[in-house]
T-cell receptor, first 113, second 109 residues
């Protein structure tokens, strides 16, 4: 399965600021997925990032708040914009594995104060 | 109705016992089924996948799928304290993957 490097691993940010999370994959992949996991809850898909096209956002998530870049087949970024304490969460990127499951990055633990 | 339902637990078993984790799903067209283990503060790690009805065994883990009942389970034999984690069930149809909220398992020495 692919190996994903995600950074930063954690950050504490002031409300109103933005944070960009990076994911680097060790192989070329068509789709990358960005998830949010709030404390004690399961994974919620934010958007699917395809190389060369606009990301596809799930209901409740908008591009202005969570802009995504996908400049090539091994890299993607997710920005959390104009942050509020409600954005405090773990953010995860993932890619599809050979068995149709997903492999996840190590996650970014974001705290907004 | 949630699309993928799991008992949140916590499920507590003694060391050496069999832990049984259950998951039901609502989409009859679901094609593939996954179990992830997530340690506290870590990202989910895929431990089992199953596509066809019946049992699939991998070491101490057995996944069971019953599509007619829309039910998938994970059995962990000879449970170890290191198995203490949250177990997420995931169900996929085409490019749509849905996760359950997870069951927290504690294995007591």
């Amino acid at each position: 399965s692919a190996v994903i490097s995600q950074k930063p691993s954690r950050d504490i940010c002031q409300r109103g600021t933005s944070l960009t999370i990076q994911c680097q994959v060790d192989s070329q992949v068509t789709m990358m997925f960005w998830y949010r996991q709030q404390p004690g809850q399961s994974l919620t898909l934010i958007a699917t990032a395809n190389q060369g096209s606009e990301a596809t956002y799930e209901s409740g998530f908008v591009i202005d708040k969570f802009p995504i870049s996908r400049p090539n087949l091994t890299f993607s970024t997710l920005t959390v914009s104009n942050m509020s304490p409600e954005d405090s969460s773990i953010y995860l990127c993932s890619v599809e594995s050979w068995n149709y499951g997903y492999t996840f990055g190590s996650g970014t633990r974001l705290t907004v104060v | 109705q949630k699309e993928v339902e799991q008992n949140s637990g916590p499920l507590s078993v003694p060391e050496g016992a069999i832990a049984s984790l259950n998951c039901t799903y609502s989409d009859r067209g679901s094609q593939s089924f996954f179990w992830y283990r997530q340690y506290s503060g870590k990202s989910p790690e895929l431990i089992m996948f199953i596509y066809s009805n019946g049992d699939k065994e991998d070491g101490r883990f057995t996944a069971q799928l019953n599509k007619a009942s829309q039910y998938v389970s994970l059995l962990i034999r000879d449970s170890q304290p290191s198995d203490s984690a949250t177990y997420l069930c995931a169900v996929r149809r085409d490019n749509d993957m849905r996760f359950g909220a997870g069951t927290r398992l504690t294995v007591k020495p």
